[in-house]
């Protein structure tokens, strides 16, 4: 007898934190694996931001924080996206909450009920799907290949909306892929939504800061479906403030309200402390930023014509985030040392195994065909990485 819930055993684990958790458990044996499987920034959060919470402490922000966040962060939310989006919101429209991956999953447990159908477009961040199955609902998917660029078209959104379709869950820029949509694209998505007034878009801008093409394009922007989309976003990865966990969204006042409400039963208000660092992230200095994105399109640069030169992987230019994810599919069936090589996943495992290198599978993003690394490390430590895989791949036959 299991006397686990159904909701629990239906889910399955974040493949890229076992991968990281594997890499640390080799690092404890003393081997020097480099880790590429983890997208978190590697910079340190910015004095500025550090010198806010320090002084939050020396203040006394230590007691309950109101549950949808303070007012001074939502207010300061607003004019950032004034400011950048140029979208108009008002400060009880902003919940603020423990990282992004809550605001994702307060938005759709108090969107989904049993059985509707939430369209994900694949390759996917892993935690999508298994939100949408904690909410009894239905991941549906709509595949885009290295060929487009991972981006799905407007005919492949409207084929798989049905009558059960209750939501849109968009990444843009992307995890794992670092693809990132023009407003063009956007807005072609947006002409086959404003058919469908049920359907809900949940736009996931959490890599908005981490992008090579200029300008950050929101598919909130479209007055069309614009009182249908629900912004997330968050400090983690602009600001590189991962471990302070600060996210939020942003749209109309009945969800923002219904995700007050959930989130008052079950965690309660974010850390008054991160929030006051997080204040001084939106309202101070921002070069801290571009000097971060500068560093990630070096690098982002560099291992794309590294890895370029591996003979067998096919490898798509990445526009923001900092990911790169190749293809691999020439690898699979192959073997080392009698050891076949079925599936991106084992792919990945043989080349921490023998390579000492931490990837992620594809399988786990819902590209089987890819893997997915992060370089979001030093430019020596991605230099020796390549190096290693290079070297590996080579030894299989």
């Known amino acids: 007898m299991n006397p686990l819930s159904a909701r629990l055993t239906s889910l399955s684990p974040s493949e890229t934190f076992a991968m990281s958790q594997k890499s640390n458990e080799l690092k404890a044996q ?46 300061a939310i607003c004019d950032k996206l004034k400011i950048e989006n140029q979208l108009d919101f008002t400060p009880d429209q902003i919940i603020v909450s423990n990282g992004a991956k809550q605001s994702l999953c307060n938005v759709i447990l108090a969107l989904v009920n049993r059985d509707e159908e939430v369209i994900i477009p694949a390759p996917y961040w892993v935690s999508y799907p298994q939100m949408v199955k904690l909410a009894e609902g239905k991941p549906v998917y709509a595949y885009a290949g290295i060929d487009q660029n991972f981006k799905i078209t407007a005919q492949q959104l409207e084929e798989v909306i049905t009558p059960k379709t209750k939501a849109l869950i968009l990444c843009s820029p992307s995890n794992p892929t670092g693809s990132v ?88 208000g974010p850390s008054s402390i991160s929030q006051k660092a997080a204040l001084a992230a939106y309202m101070g200095e921002q070069t801290c930023v571009e000097d971060m994105r500068k560093v990630f399109e070096r690098r982002k640069n560099m ?92 030894k299989l036959d």
């Open 181 to 268: 949509y023009s407003k063009e694209e956007l807005k072609s998505l947006a002409e086959v939504l404003a058919k469908y007034p049920n359907i809900f878009v949940i736009s996931d801008e959490i890599y908005e800061h981490i992008n090579y093409v200029g300008k950050h394009e929101s598919i909130a922007q479209f007055e069309e479906i614009r009182d249908r989309v629900i912004i997330v976003n968050g400090v983690s990865k602009g600001y590189a403030m991962t471990g302070w966990r600060i996210g939020w969204i942003a749209g109309p006042k009945w969800i923002a309200s219904a995700c007050n409400m959930l989130q008052g039963q079950y965690t309660s």
């Open 30 to 75: 003393g081997i020097d694996v480099i880790n590429l499987s983890v997208g978190e920034p590697d910079f340190n959060t910015p004095d500025h931001i550090k010198e806010a919470a320090k002084n939050a402490v020396d203040n006394n922000f230590s007691f309950y924080s109101p549950v949808q966040g303070f007012l001074d962060l939502r207010k």
């Open 303 to 394: 291992g794309v014509r590294l890895l370029r030169e591996i003979p067998g992987l096919i490898v798509d230019e990445p526009q923001g985030a900092f990911y790169i994810f190749p293809d691999c599919q020439s690898f699979l069936g192959k073997s080392y040392k009698g050891q076949i090589i079925n599936t991106a996943t084992d792919l990945a495992m043989f080349l921490l195994e023998v390579g000492h290198v931490a990837c992620v599978g594809g399988d786990a993003f819902g590209a089987p065909g890819c893997i997915r690394l992060s370089y979001a490390t030093s430019d020596e430590k991605l230099e020796t990485a390549i190096a290693r895989i290079k070297e590996t791949l080579g």
